[in-house]
């Protein structure tokens, strides 16, 4: 297993473009979520969800979408970059059972918008 | 979820065991305790979680007071490798179980 990926491992934008962040796990999870993680902090949950076609808001969700189409994709699209996106941002999935509470993480995208 | 408190930062030497504290004062009784660690901007890695009793897994053991507003992780033989950012988080359990990150305890393991 692959576990969860994430691409691009970098990206560089402007202000004011718009990309899409890539998340896939193969682990058939159900559950999986976006952070992000600014320089020194801990990490925020942007939106999560709980199933395909099923996507919720976490604590910072602004100015970030999702679509949840399979159960193995979970991409996390920036609609028009602004410098208070540069972040490192992680995807997680999990299987959601009780007795299985572990959240398995990508390796990030670290993004830097000038 | 339950506000947690850890020290900022801790040294150990390795080979010795490394005992990382958390205050969760106003845990209520149906949160869990989990342990995450984050080595080096690397994604989080799980390390073990409990909600009453004390726990133990390959990688590190969990003792929660009696009065479950503290509880203590403790890697016994640490390396130079358990260098890392590690993260108390009390919430309760929920499908999914989307946490809530804090600044987290960053434990310097020394030859």
């Known amino acids: 297993n692959a576990g969860v990926t994430q691409t691009p491992k970098f990206q560089v934008l402007k202000t004011g473009q718009s990309m899409t962040l890539q998340c896939a796990q193969d682990m058939n999870h159900e559950y999986m979520s976006w952070y992000r993680q600014d320089p020194g902090m801990g990490l925020r949950l942007i939106h999560y969800s709980v199933g395909a076609g099923i996507t919720d808001q976490g604590e910072v969700p602004n100015g970030y979408n999702v679509s949840r189409s399979t159960t193995e994709d979970f991409p996390l699209r920036l609609l028009s970059a602004a410098p208070s996106q540069t972040s490192v941002y992680f995807c997680?999935?999990?299987?959601?059972?009780?007795?299985?509470?572990?959240?398995?993480f990508g390796p990030g995208t670290r993004l830097l918008v000038l | 979820d339950a506000k947690t408190t850890q020290p900022t930062s801790m040294d150990c030497a390795e080979g010795r065991a490394a005992n990382l504290p958390c205050n969760h004062s106003t845990i209520s009784g149906n949160e869990y305790v989990y342990w995450y660690r984050q080595i080096h901007s690397q994604g989080p890695q799980y390390i073990i979680h409990?909600?009453?009793n004390n726990e133990t897994n390959e990688m590190a053991s969990l003792i929660i007071t009696e009065d479950r507003k503290s509880s203590t992780l403790i890697l016994p033989h640490a390396t130079l490798r358990d260098t890392a950012v590690y993260y108390c988080i009390v919430r309760v359990w929920t499908a999914g179980n989307m946490l809530t990150f804090g600044g987290g305890t960053r434990l310097m393991v020394k030859p």
């Open positions: 409990g909600l009453k």
């Open positions: 997680a999935s999990s299987s959601g059972q009780m007795g299985q509470e572990t959240q398995y």
